[in-house]
């Protein structure tokens, strides 16, 4: 499978832990998005990445997430001091260009 | 403010039949257009694309239609199949971004056999 993974799939958390996702992007991508999606809301950018520099955040990203993408290739999003308000589904996509390519998403429940 | 609507939350379609998604939006710089497909539980698929220069993009079933002047692109499905039923995502981007994209809140389509 060729495809953007992610893991994990689904990640349930008490509310002030910290949670880090991962993403693989498609190996010949150079670009990586992460955004986020709640319930009836289409997803919501947060940070895009050119091989390894991060080159954008949304004010939607506070100081409790960060992202890093060493080398280029896969990348984590870390969530510290998680709310409830976080909970959501992470979702990352791959593209070379305009089209991009998502991968199945983690789904985070704070409780 | 969203900047892509998609108006209609949801669509029932019969089997065969033309299905017609509508989005409009309401920022200018907008030069690059998709359509994705959602099925619960899974990442959003990508369906189709248009840049601003063109009007028209047609792939298989799929065709889209930009209207610049009123800011308004639609995806036509036919015929329709019960494999179409998702949650379908209009998304943005601007030109000068770095590709990061605006999406709005669907449609969802039932095809019905």
């Known amino acids: 499978d060729t495809g953007v993974s992610q893991n994990p799939r689904h990640k349930i958390t008490k509310r002030g832990q910290n949670v880090t996702f991962r993403c693989d992007p498609i190996s010949e991508h150079n670009r990586l998005y992460w955004y986020r999606q709640t319930l009836g809301q289409g997803p919501e950018f947060l940070t895009y990445?050119?091989?390894?520099?991060?080159?954008?955040k949304s004010r939607l990203l506070s100081d409790r997430f960060s992202a890093e993408r060493p080398k280029g290739s896969f990348s984590t999003l870390e969530i510290q001091r998680t709310e409830q308000g976080d909970s959501a589904m992470y979702l990352c996509?791959?593209?070379?260009?305009?089209?991009?390519?998502f991968g199945p998403g983690t789904r985070l429940t704070v409780t | 403010d969203q900047q892509v609507k998609q108006n209609s939350p949801s669509l029932s379609v019969q089997e065969g039949r033309i299905s017609i998604l509508n989005c409009d939006y309401t920022n200018s710089m907008f030069d690059y257009f998709l359509w994705y497909k959602k099925y619960p539980a899974e990442g959003p698929t990508f369906l189709i694309s248009?840049?601003?220069?063109?009007d028209k993009n047609e792939d298989g079933r799929f065709t889209v239609f930009l209207n610049k002047s009123a800011k308004h692109l639609s995806l036509h499905i036919v015929p329709s199949q019960p494999g179409d039923s998702a949650v379908y995502f209009c998304?943005?981007?601007?030109?000068?971004?770095?590709?990061?994209?605006?999406f709005g809140k669907g449609t969802k389509l039932s095809v019905k056999p």
């Open positions: 248009i840049s601003s220069i063109k």
């Open positions: 990445f050119q091989n390894e520099a991060q080159l954008e």
């Open positions: 996509a791959s593209s070379t260009y305009y089209e991009q390519y």
């Open positions: 998304a943005a981007s601007a030109e000068g971004s770095q590709g990061n994209l605006i």
